[in-house]
């Protein structure tokens, strides 16, 4: 039994259970395969039947199968010795844990590495697809790690509405936001929108600057135009949080409400 998929030159998938005394559940079978390694001494080895077992924690070799095979074992001097018709070889040696442990080492396949790097290539050129939607297609799949897959399915958790209070006037909480670098620039420079919203009536007023150094000096024409403002709420981008916009806000009277970024 093998838990390492690249181990494999060959691998059919298969199904069932096997049941593990260092688990207390059954293991699931995914595939029967054929590995193909050699021992330190130079003895090569072909493994076959061989349970894909992706759950098992680390590798197993049954005495039962190797003597199904036509092979005696042999277990003399903390060494298990197995025997052939024209071979003679030691398989693994006790350590001090009291295990037979093998120096077993796969030839890991080509085959599989190819199949794998072709696996995602098709990933990639499919948007990212999963695995279900390329064995549709009759393309090869992959469980190898896509960063990526994992980032764009991460989610923030809800903000709870029974906390979300409106205002009860208009022009008192402006909610504000500043988007940018847009390209092309406008015919005169501009390449930020900023944006200014009643939280009360939703009325949204949108200016146009041409750096972000510019946000302070809006602001202040912003607030010069609507005197009844008593709050400002933006994200904690270093632009709203500068120290001339705070003076702008301090000297208007005006609240500074940060937020976390892409939040409402």
Known sequence: MCSQREWFEELKPSSGTVSCAAKSSLLEVAGTGVIRGRLKNGQEIVL???????????????V??????????????????????????????????GQYVSDFIPTVSNT??????????????????GNYALRKLGLPTSDSFCE???????????????????ESSPMRMI?????????????????????????????CEV???KKKSDIAVEFKK??????????????????????????VARNAGVEIDPCPPYTP
Do not use: M
Not at 86 to 92: Q, R
Not at 155 to 165: Q, T
Not at 222 to 247: H, M, P, Y
């Open 148 to 166: 990526k897959c994992v980032l764009a399915k991460q989610s923030a958790e809800p903000i709870g509405k029974e906390n979300r209070r409106r």
């Open 207 to 209: 200016r146009l600057i």
């Open 48 to 62: 076959t039947n061989v349970l894909f077992i992706p759950e098992l924690n680390g590798n197993l070799i049954s």
């Open 175 to 203: 909610p504000s936001d500043l988007c940018g670098p847009v390209e092309p620039a406008t015919l005169s420079g501009e390449r930020y929108v900023l944006t200014f919203v009643d939280d009360y009536s939703r009325f």
């Open 222 to 247: 912003f607030l010069k135009e609507n005197d009844t403002v008593k709050r400002i709420r933006c994200d904690n981008a270093k632009e709203c949080v500068s120290g001339e916009l705070q003076k």
């Open 64 to 97: 039962k199968q190797i003597q199904k095979a036509g092979y005696s074992v042999l277990f003399k001097d903390n060494k298990a010795i197995v025997k052939g018709k024209n071979k003679t070889f030691v398989l693994c040696e006790l350590n001090s844990k």
């Open 112 to 129: 599989f590495v190819a199949e794998t790097e072709e696996a995602e290539l098709w990933h990639r050129r499919l948007g990212h697809s």
